[in-house]
């Protein structure tokens, strides 16, 4: 299929090593319009955007301090989407709140909750990625269960029918990871390979063709994590190098140039010694071995945290960071948690994400603070914390949501 050319704004939320952004006893990443935190005592907690019900308080009033998600007491982990969010239970299952016009909540209906609902049939999730309509789960066994839109095969079932209830992902059974893009998921098997389903400009599989079944992405053998967002996916290899494929606009490929790669993947200039990576709508960010963090592509707000707005297609250093353990971005904006629990965030903050108190953009990092003073640890993917602060969020098709 050709590329699209239309940028929509939807978030990536893979529970993943990159995936598994794991930061104290439960997870961490970043998003644009709300927020969630999932605490130790086994609640959630939500503030920002809530048009369609994605805090989960029973209204659908925004807030700028966080409100309680009604009826969850056991979560382990929390995920957001464009427009909804879900949590994984203690039990193995997984609650869904939010917009649900195409079945992206799991309950097999369209109806939108202002309160969580139990996605149907899911009892032993370890993680869950959610996506822009579509949301997908990760199973103890190793196989994946994918539900909602589905007009590009992103749910991995053979078909392109859209599933209001959980569906197996094709083939496969041996997954330690899975990321969510806008129309696209992958899954980090056992073996140190990627599968990809669903658009055929994410795959990578020397084609441009959707793929309603997983396919191999190519070039990589030793992925050890991975992440999807926007358009645009990359994956660290063993020996500490990146590969990223897709969409490459802003030089989110991080390969020196502005060209897309749609059917291969081209390898990050000057990333050897990654250990983790993230990445944006059109940006990309990797945690370094020394605790450092390079960052690259689209710049507009101060993303990449190198103290300018200039664009970058070549990584850049983030000012000021040297003991990162984890990175977690969002649209246009990024985190680090450090080692000494804290979080440092910068880019956008038009809606007040970098959480400084302000709606300022910084170009650098600056400190999260919050009314809760929550910490977070990365120093391994579910060491134990007080509290754990998850930083996700929808990527909204365009600020027209908010008139």
């Known amino acids: 299929m050709a590329p699209k050319s239309t940028r929509r704004k939807v978030l990536l939320i893979g529970l993943l090593p990159l995936c598994a952004k794991g930061v104290g006893a439960l997870t961490f990443d970043a998003g644009t319009f709300h927020t969630c935190t999932a605490q130790t005592n086994g609640k959630v907690l939500c503030w920002g955007m809530n048009l369609d019900g994605q805090l989960g308080d029973g209204t659908t009033d925004s807030r700028t301090t966080p409100v309680e998600v009604l009826g969850i007491t056991t979560a382990t982990s929390v995920a957001i989407g464009a427009y909804e969010s879900c949590a994984v239970l203690t039990n193995g299952k997984v609650m869904c709140w939010g917009e649900n016009e195409h079945g992206e ?3 097999g209906t369209t109806t939108n909750r202002n309160t969580p609902v139990e996605v149907s049939g899911i009892t032993t999730a370890k993680s869950i990625a959610v996506g822009d309509h579509h949301a997908c789960a990760l199973l103890t066994g190793g196989t994946v269960k994918c539900w909602g839109l589905n007009d590009e095969g992103q749910l991995g079932d053979g078909s392109t029918t859209d599933s209001t209830t959980p569906v197996d992902v094709s083939g496969i059974t041996t997954a330690t990871s899975i990321a969510v893009g806008d129309d696209h998921s992958c899954a980090l098997l056992s073996d140190k390979t990627v599968k990809c389903w669903g658009s055929g400009s994410d795959v990578a599989d020397g084609t441009m063709d959707d793929r309603s079944t997983p396919v191999l992405t190519q070039n990589i053998t030793t992925a050890t994590g991975i992440a999807t967002n926007f358009q645009h996916s990359c994956a660290v290899l063993t020996d500490g190098t ?3 494929w897709g969409f490459n606009s802003d030089g989110q490929l991080g390969d020196g140039t502005t060209s897309s790669s749609f059917r291969t993947t081209v390898t990050v200039l000057g990333i050897t010694t990654a250990k983790s990576i993230d990445v944006g709508s059109t940006h990309a960010c990797a945690v370094l071995t020394d605790g450092k963090v390079k960052c690259w592509g689209e710049n507009d707000s101060g993303q990449l945290g190198d103290g300018t707005t200039t664009d970058r297609s070549t990584p850049v250093e ?5 003991s990162a353990t984890s990175v977690v971005l969002g649209n246009d904006h990024s985190c680090a948690v450090l080692t000494d629990e804290k979080v440092k965030c910068w880019g956008d903050n038009s809606a007040g994400e970098l959480g400084d108190g302000t ?6 990092p600056v400190d999260v603070t919050t009314a809760y003073n929550t910490t977070a640890t ?10 754990t602060i998850v930083v996700l969020s929808a990527l909204i098709a365009s600020l027209a949501i908010f008139a």
């Open 359 to 364: 709606e300022t953009d910084r170009a650098t």
């Open 318 to 322: 983030v000012s000021g960071i040297t």
């Open 378 to 387: 990365a120093s391994g993917a579910y060491a134990a914390a007080p509290t």
């Open 105 to 107: 909540l799991g309950d």
């Open 242 to 244: 990146v590969e990223c």
